[in-house]
């Protein structure tokens, strides 16, 4: 084997024993470098292995030389932070619309970008209240169609599934073929959403990816969100998923609020820092919203009982105490 080829080899597989094996706690001497290297057939000196470490690090990889607690390389910059890949492995966790199998395969490329060290320790240091996983295999393709689709700015065709009862059974049914527009993909509630226009409407309906099997572009064109919602430029879906609830559709309107100050967290939560507060007098203050209001919204306010009230507009308000009619009848109230 050429000597320029053996070196390249030789400075790759330097490179990956530190990505996998070293971090700030756990460095390795260069005789430790020297064995490891040894073991895959790989003929290497002290003098060697300083001259392949600066030649990483003249190309951009931050290796330090440690000597607590005890002396040794280590790769101390990575392509995440620590606390970031904790981060990005919580959330699959936590995603339902992953399944057992695509979880396990997330995760294990995850614990690649830490040190073997850091994967270990890191392993079951999160403790949650996981949902259920669903069992769609295809959610990946169906993220990668509609990424695409979206790009081409063309119609996308789905089986979208539903779960019915028969006798004392639940099935699960293949559903029915839609033909969608495509605008967005949303996460929301730990459930990932399609937002798009089903062509016999003209507004945006939602569809859970979970629930779409044999997706397809087709080669129809897609019809611009220009002519089903207020946005202009461009289809901005974080302001769509801010404006709704539960991703329920609804007309678009400014609602009046009453709520207790102990409602301020749970409002903080969905409609961010820019409330405007008025009317504040014992222990209760007003807030104007603009929101979709539909039966996502009803939902929402009626979880929060007495501590936030419609105040307008008054078919809302309506809507609410019918709501709450209903409920009482159901517990004869």
């Known amino acids: 084997m050429r000597q320029n080829e053996t070196g390249r080899?030789?400075?790759?597989?330097l490179l990956e024993l530190l990505?996998?094996?070293?971090?700030?706690e756990h460095p390795l001497s260069s005789q430790e470098l020297i064995g490891l290297l040894?073991?895959?057939?790989?003929?290497?000196?002290?003098?060697?292995?300083?001259?392949?470490?600066?030649?990483?690090?003249?190309?951009?990889?931050?290796?330090?030389?440690?000597?607590?607690?005890?002396?040794?390389?280590?790769?101390?910059?990575?392509r995440f932070e620590l606390p970031e890949v904790r981060l990005l492995m919580d959330a699959v966790q936590a995603a339902p619309f992953l399944t057992e199998k695509k979880t396990?395969?997330?995760?294990?490329?995850?614990?690649?970008?830490?040190?073997?060290?850091?994967?270990?320790?890191?392993?079951?240091?999160?403790?949650?209240?996981?949902?259920?996983?669903?069992?769609?295999?295809e959610i990946y393709y169906t993220i990668d169609a509609i990424s695409r689709a979206v790009?081409?700015?063309?119609?996308?065709?789905?089986?979208?599934?539903?779960?019915?009862?028969?006798?004392?059974?639940?099935?699960?049914?293949?559903?029915?073929?839609?033909?969608i527009s495509p605008y967005a993909l949303i996460w929301d509630s730990d459930k990932y959403y399609l937002a798009g226009n089903y062509e016999k409407y003209?507004?945006?309906?939602?569809?859970?990816l979970d629930r779409i099997k044999h997706a397809e572009i087709t080669a129809r064109a897609a019809r611009p969100f220009q002519e089903v919602s207020g946005y202009r430029d461009r289809f901005d879906a974080e302001d769509y998923a801010a404006k709704t609830f539960h991703l329920y559709h609804g007309e678009l309107q400014t609602v009046v609020l009453?709520?207790?100050?102990?409602?301020l967290e749970p409002l903080l939560d969905k409609f961010g820092g820019n409330l405007k507060i008025s009317e504040r007098e014992n222990g209760f203050f007003c807030v104007r919203v603009k929101v979709f209001a539909g039966e996502g919204l009803v939902e929402w306010l009626l979880q929060y009982g007495d501590r936030i009230c419609v105040l307008a507009p008054q078919k809302l308000r309506d809507q609410v105490a019918e709501r709450v009619r209903c409920i009482g009848k159901a517990y004869g109230f």
Request: a positive charge.
């Open 9 to 13: 080899i030789r400075i790759l597989a």
């Open 104 to 137: 396990a395969e997330l995760m294990r490329k995850l614990s690649g970008l830490m040190s073997r060290t850091q994967a270990g320790e890191t392993a079951g240091k999160t403790h949650m209240n996981l949902r259920p996983k669903y069992d769609n295999e």
């Open 202 to 208: 003209n507004d945006v309906s939602v569809y859970r």
């Open 19 to 24: 990505d996998e094996l070293t971090d700030e």
């Open 258 to 263: 009453r709520c207790a100050d102990e409602a």
């Open 151 to 179: 790009a081409q700015k063309k119609k996308i065709s789905f089986l979208y599934r539903r779960h019915v009862i028969r006798g004392n059974r639940i099935v699960r049914e293949e559903g029915r073929r839609f033909v």
């Open 38 to 78: 040894q073991e895959q057939g790989i003929s290497t000196g002290r003098k060697t292995v300083y001259r392949d470490v600066s030649a990483l690090r003249a190309h951009g990889f931050e290796i330090l030389f440690s000597r607590k607690p005890k002396a040794g390389f280590f790769l101390a910059e990575r």
